[in-house]
Structure formats: structure tokens, C-alpha cells
Nanobody
Framework: QVQLVESGGGVVEAGGSRRLSCAAS????????MAWFRQAPGKEREFVAR????????DYADFVQGRFTISRDNAKNTGYLQMNSLKIEDTAVYYC???????????????WGEGTQVTVSS
């Protein structure tokens, strides 16, 4: 079992930065894929980024365009999403997810946090 708790959300001006954290409990997290998804009002949950257990494989959604960086510190059982050059359209609830083996689809992830709201203002 893995439990995930996101933090770091809030209100940020367009063009600003924000770092989200995902604190995990459970020894398995360090061997699992970790990903970030987001869901804006009225839209489906969408893939943002994922990182393999050892950080060797990292993937981003096209809309990230070099603005976000996913990372993890297995010694601290924590994952991160550094978001720079934020746009109004980045406003969403951001979720951390984890699973032994998973790709880009939310349905493939077994463990989820409750989410943290990021609001980008003009």
C-alpha cells in the first residue's frame, strides 16, 4: 500500500513558479513509477509528467513545453513537480499518482493523492 499527499498548491500570477510536493508512505514507493496528473473544471484528468523509480525515464505531456520538471527523492519518499512560466490554462487540481508499472493513462495508476489546487491568475 502506498499513500500519497500532495502539497504546494496555491494562487500564483501568470509567469510565476510553483513547486508541488508528493509525500508518500509505504516502502514500495521508491520502486514505483510516480506521475502527476491534473484536472481543470469541466475537463477530464490529463497526464502531466511521469518518472521511473530510479529517475532514468522521464516523460512530459506536450503542453509542458519545457516549463515543468518532475523529480523524486526516494530517500525522503517524496516526489516533486517544479512548474515555471505558469499560464492561466495551467489552473487545475494537480494529483500525484503511483504504481508499479504505468504509462500515461490515469486508469493504470493504483494509488492517488487527494490533489492540490493550483490557480494561475492574470
Amino acid at each position: 500500500q502506498v499513500q500519497l499527499v500532495e502539497s504546494g498548491g496555491g494562487v500564483v500570477e501568470a509567469g510565476g513558479s510553483r513547486r508541488l510536493s508528493c509525500a508518500a508512505s509505504g516502502r514500495s514507493f521508491s520502486t514505483y513509477v510516480m506521475a502527476w496528473f491534473r484536472q481543470a473544471p469541466g475537463k477530464e484528468r490529463e497526464f502531466v509528467a511521469r518518472i521511473s523509480w530510479n529517475g532514468n525515464i522521464i516523460d512530459y505531456a506536450d503542453f509542458v513545453q519545457g516549463r515543468f520538471t518532475i523529480s523524486r527523492d526516494n530517500a525522503k519518499n517524496t516526489g516533486y513537480l517544479q512548474m515555471n512560466s505558469l499560464k492561466i490554462e495551467d489552473t487545475a487540481v494537480y494529483y500525484c499518482a503511483s504504481s508499479p508499472h504505468a504509462g500515461y493513462a490515469a486508469v493504470n495508476y493504483d494509488y492517488w493523492g487527494e490533489g492540490t489546487q493550483v490557480t494561475v491568475s492574470s
